[in-house]
């Protein structure tokens, strides 16, 4: 039924688009900068309209207007991006990319890579908040060609904000669902405070943000407190050069009943601490060559007790440690652009489950962009990566796109991709989970091609793409009894096509009492095939969760210039679960210096999982205000 009601919004939203696409009024210069953002690859940039790959940017407009409280939260409303959160708010989630594992998707912070040597399920433990976020990027298929190892089933790029002028804003939350805790009659429910400072000087800009959460849960053990630190500066050097600064801490501690071996875990409690930093500096060496050396650092504590009331039981520590150092060249020329560099990466961890580990990666990557034709843009290149445990690989990858009749854009790509195996693959020890030490990487080849259309007030994409992974490494069991152990098991072979449409357009009414309307649709179709290679791989932990249908919808009209109002539909098929569909509302009452918001989350309370045997919350109600100076 709420299917149903779901593809009837959609159906109207489509009429809508059909009838009024020609009639309304251009955009005012903040939504033209969607068709002008530039995509941050680290080498040769590109702006959104001129991409030959399968790219969505989530703008600081529509992060502004959605009914979210983290980036996890925020990542699920596109299409193809497969959000496995263990808790509300963003607290535990495996992020992953068309129907890929939470391990295979690489996610940077400015081009940072943060992804973590001991597991993927601490990805997403960032110290930014929606309020720093300028907007993210979303690329979808290999691309290990542009960021190296890791991205083998795409990259997730969240782009911070740049500092414009002095100021500071404030954002304060409290939310619940109005259910009460079993054991002693609690209410459920959370709080949040965020702020930034942002200071903007002739010569230098700096941004600091301080955040605090903390909630009881939504069920038995689910309580969570985390703090939040982050600081970006720009400091302008000369007339063309430019150094970069960035540093951020995450504490977040949670109760993690049934996050990772139910029903054994009831009692399981987690506390993770990531902090993050990196220095880089842009110089001119000449009118046509920029040259960017940039150092960046990760530390990581994962302290993790399988029974909180005996910590001596199954008590899992673990430290652990990246260095990252990057030189990256962009030389102008007559014949196009290139783009060259070294990459040096060096991962440690000290665990009392693991032990104490240490890899080396040496990367070294060259690109080309030109156009030997009017309209005809072309980009190629190769990553070639020697790790101390696996030796050398190389990745190349191609990409091309053709304009025409204005707008339109033809695109196909080629990439490849290798993901290296965690060390929690490889060694962890557990009552019932044991790693194994025989691991290869995992390899893939991807295809794409496709049709976009942009312009100041339309962007649309569709596109299909093939995508093969050798190796594929999932936790399996040949009897239920069976501990989980990683195997390389399989080849999956996935074919998927994506949809998406997003329209805007403003002062669509005389009287001024619909100042402006936009409108988002997306839907990917994923037809995964598994050949197995290991004959006692009787049950897969991974391997059949991913979503095969996903569709998602958003409506945002601000109206009298001080009321906003957004409603959300997302209907989720996933593999061997059940389907679900879930909608959201949010209603915002704006004045010059605070707005005043609240959100419905989940509006049927509808019952769902999205990762093992973790069933989701209900119905979430938040009031919060937001101001600034």
């Known amino acids: 039924m709420l299917f149903r009601n779901s593809a009837y919004l959609f159906a109207l939203l489509a009429s809508g688009l059909t009838v009024n696409a020609q009639t309304e009024k251009p955009l005012n210069d903040t939504t033209r900068k969607l068709n002008e953002v530039m995509v941050k690859e680290n080498r040769l940039q590109l702006p959104f309209s001129k991409q030959n790959r399968n790219v969505s940017i989530i703008d600081q407009e529509k992060i502004k207007s959605l009914p979210v409280r983290s980036i996890s939260e925020l990542l699920s409303y596109v299409s193809g991006v497969d959000v496995r959160q263990r808790g509300p708010g963003g607290v535990q989630a495996d992020i992953s990319l068309d129907g890929g594992t939470f391990d295979q998707t690489l996610v940077l912070i400015n081009g940072i890579k943060v992804s973590d040597p001991q597991t993927g399920h601490n990805m997403m433990n960032l110290p930014v908040t929606m309020d720093d976020i300028d907007h993210i990027e979303i690329l979808r ?312 259309f942009n312009n100041e007030r339309i962007s649309m994409n569709a596109s299909y793409f093939i995508r093969r992974i050798d190796n594929f490494i999932d936790w399996v069991k040949a009897q239920q009894t069976d501990p989980w152990q990683p195997q390389n098991f399989s080849q999956v072979n996935t074919k998927g096509f994506t949809l998406s449409a997003d329209y805007k357009w403003s002062d669509l009414s005389e009287n001024g009492f619909l100042n402006g309307l936009r409108l988002g649709a997306s839907y990917t179709n994923l037809d995964p095939s598994f050949k197995t290679t290991l004959a006692t791989a009787n049950f897969s932990r991974y391997a059949l969760e991913s979503l095969r249908n996903q569709l998602s919808g958003t409506v945002s009209a601000t109206f009298y210039k001080v009321i906003d109002l957004t409603l959300t539909a997302r209907y989720n098929e996933r593999i061997n679960y059940k389907d679900y569909t879930l909608m959201d509302v949010r209603i915002a009452f704006k004045q010059a210096r605070y707005s005043i918001y609240a959100d419905g989350a989940n509006l049927f309370n509808v019952q769902y999982i999205e990762a093992g045997a973790v069933p989701m919350p209900g119905s979430w109600f938040t009031l919060g205000v937001k101001t600034a100076f």
């Not at 740049?162 to 459920?188: I, R």
């Not at 069920?219 to 000369?238: E, H």
């Not at 190769?382 to 796109?401: E, I, K, R, V």
């Not at 691991?439 to 976009?452: D, F, H, N, Q």
Request: aromatic share 14%; charged share 20%; net charge positive.
């Open 141 to 452: 298929g290999s691309a290990s060609r542009i960021y190296g190892i890791n991205a083998l089933t795409g990259a997730i790029n969240i782009v911070t904000r740049t500092v414009k002028q002095t100021g500071l804003s404030a954002n304060l939350f409290a939310g619940s669902s109005f259910k009460k805790e079993e054991g002693n009659g609690d209410t459920y429910a959370n709080y949040g405070a965020r702020a930034t400072g942002t200071l903007g000087l002739n010569s230098s800009s700096h941004l600091f943000s301080v955040a605090q959460e903390a909630g009881n849960g939504y069920r038995y053990n689910t309580a969570f407190n985390n703090q939040k630190l982050y600081y970006q500066g720009k400091v302008n050097i000369g007339k063309t050069d430019q150094l970069d600064l960035m540093a951020g801490y995450i504490r977040n501690h949670f109760g993690a009943n049934s996050y990772y071996a139910a029903p054994g875990d009831k009692e399981s409690e987690e506390t993770v601490k990531t902090a993050l930093a990196s220095i880089s500096y842009t110089t001119k060496i000449n009118d046509n060559w920029t040259l960017v050396p940039r150092i960046s650092y990760r530390n990581n504590v994962d302290d993790y007790l399988y029974i909180k009331q005996t910590p001596d039981k199954f008590h899992n520590h673990h430290i652990s440690n990246v260095f990252d150092a990057e030189l990256n060249n962009t030389i102008q020329t007559t014949i196009g652009t290139f783009g060259f560099g070294l990459e040096a990466r060096t991962e440690r961890i000290k665990s009392t489950n693991l032990g104490k580990r240490d890899r080396t990666n040496t990367g070294i990557f060259g690109e080309y962009k030109f156009e030997p034709l009017t309209r005809l843009l072309i980009n190629l290149g190769m990553y070639t990566n020697y790790n101390s445990d696996y030796g050398w690989q190389a990745f190349p990858g191609l990409d091309a796109g053709y304009n025409f009749y204005g707008n339109w854009r033809l695109f196909a790509n080629l990439g490849t991709g290798q993901r290296l195996p965690t060390y929690t693959d490889l060694y962890y020890k557990g009552p019932t989970n044991i790693g194994n030490d025989q691991l290869r990487p995992e390899k893939s080849k991807y295809a794409e091609g496709g049709i976009k």
